[in-house]
């Protein structure tokens, strides 16, 4: 079992900048992909950027270029660093790994809100 714990969240102005983090415990070693996703209410999760165990990241449109995702293996750690943050990037995120086998990981979430 994994556990995913994000942090980071919170309220900014359109045109700043926020660093979420989501801690893992457990098996961590059985970890292949893993992964950013955002939801808002009424619409479905909506994956935003993935990396590999190579390192190999890669990203939807709606946040190529504005976003970046990096993990810290030794501090069993995986971030999404947002730059110039818009009003639709307001939402709940959520950090998700995928074992080698079996059901994906979430955390529970976290609340990013973004004013204009």
């Known amino acids: 079992q994994v556990q995913l714990v994000e942090s980071g969240g919170g309220l900014v102005q359109a045109g700043g900048s926020l660093r979420l983090s989501c801690a893992a415990s457990?098996?961590?070693?059985?970890?292949?992909?893993k992964a950013w996703y955002r939801q808002v209410p009424g619409k479905e999760r909506e994956w935003l950027a993935t990396?590999?165990?190579?390192?190999?990241?890669s990203y939807a449109d709606s946040v190529k270029g504005r976003f970046t995702i990096s993990t810290d293996s030794a501090k069993n750690m995986m971030f999404l660093q947002m730059n110039s943050l818009r009003p639709e990037d307001t939402g709940t995120y959520y950090c998700r790994m995928d074992p080698w086998y079996g059901q994906p990981y979430w955390g529970q979430g976290t609340q990013v809100t973004v004013s204009s």
């Open positions: 990396i590999t165990p190579s390192g190999t990241s």
């Open positions: 457990g098996s961590i070693r059985s970890i292949n992909r």
